[in-house]
């Protein structure tokens, strides 16, 4: 079988990632390898999101460069998949003529066939229907060679339908993992070199409703705990609503369970909380934090917020503000307000015009840059456990890991120390990282 080239897009989130490297191990049995060059391939296929107007709007342009591909060959194909794929399903090929293939985000496990059809026939398919059990969801995504840190999707979908959120409708109900499956795919990354793992869902802390025993998130993280190999669990995302007393618990008495958590809070006011169908209120939001802080003092915090969601006035814009000035996370993803279609905030009256949008975001990101580099320069002088995970790109003779609390560190060193736990003294702080120097080679591996 002769070998053809593969290009794979990848935008969005991690669970893109995820698909894309599931996409990549399905079609390397028909016969093709990976490329970096799109102008190499025999096949393209961008893996898409629909999370916000902005992202469909680069995708398109992106598939408008690759249609000037297939004037030089013309036997190149073009396929999209993921969740803007999903979305528009067969009308994408009136939008962007030049595709071949659309597939949704349950159809995964169908490339080769399609491809092969395609290759067959000439005949292009948009297939994005939904299964009861998504099938992609049991293959074990192959990490990037030598990597010491991967991600490993627990469960997919999401029952919660925030009213701005297109993710329900493109990825269907919440579907989780079953136990076993995952502590074997852990066990296998640990045999592969995998020191890291973060646990990867929608809403992580709603796992294992549908599975026999009724395992909770917490059982999971307590039975990766004690896979040998794995030094760090990490997780995202975790809904505030259904993080449990025992999930907080869990902090501290996991040992490889890392001090830091995505908490996405959205807004700080109750009305628009109320409104976006999150199912908290801001006190309960505090007191979460509060608990967390408790169990694991100098937990990391980090959190998403999204300015001028419809009928969002300034007087709750500024409660967000206070909730931030009172929480201080150690950072933050904020995010304009984007109407998606079939989504109960597309309709709803009082849609905040774009420039209140842009200035609020504006003054949110430049309170959030002083909260990090007071959270960042707090850690000057520290030594941390830093697990390395490659060369710096900036620096070749730099190496770079991350504390446990999440922060980039980069620090003089060299390769062999890729996959070892090391201690770092700080010496710098960034907005987006740290600078240390590691402390006496003897003293350098920490476990
Ligand atoms: N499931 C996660 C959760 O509940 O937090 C994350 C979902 S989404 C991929 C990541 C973030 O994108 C959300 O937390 C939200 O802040 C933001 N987001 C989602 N829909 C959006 C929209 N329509 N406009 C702007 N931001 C949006
Ligand atoms: Fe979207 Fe809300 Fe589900 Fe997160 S929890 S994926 S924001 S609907």
Redesign the pocket.
Known sequence: MAIKKLYIQTFG?QMNVQDSEKMAALLQSSGYETTDDPAAADLIIVNTCS??EKAAQKICSQLGRFRQLKAINPHLRIGVGGCLAQQWGESFFKKVPSLDLVFGTHQIHRLPEMVSTLDRTGDRRAETGFCEQVPSLAIAAQPVAGAVSTFVTIMQG?N?F?A????PALRGREQSRPLPEIVGEVKLLAGQGIREVTLLG??VNSYGKTQAGNPDFADLIRAIGEVAGIERIRFT?S?PKDLSPKLIASFGRVGSLCEHIHL?V?SGSDRVLRSMNRGYTVQEYREKVAALREACPGISITS???VGFPGEEDEDFQATLALMRDVRFDNL?S??????EG?GAAGMDRQVCGSVKQERLRILQALQTSHTLEKNNACLGRTEAVLVEGVSKNEPHEMTGRTRDHRIVNFPGNPGLIGMTVSVRITKAFLHSLRGMMEGRGGAHVH
């Open positions: 989130c999370i916000r999401c919660n925030c701005y959120c297109v993710v929608q809403n995302t809904h996405p959205q998403d917020v999204i993803f995010f304009q307000y984007s109407p998606r989504t």
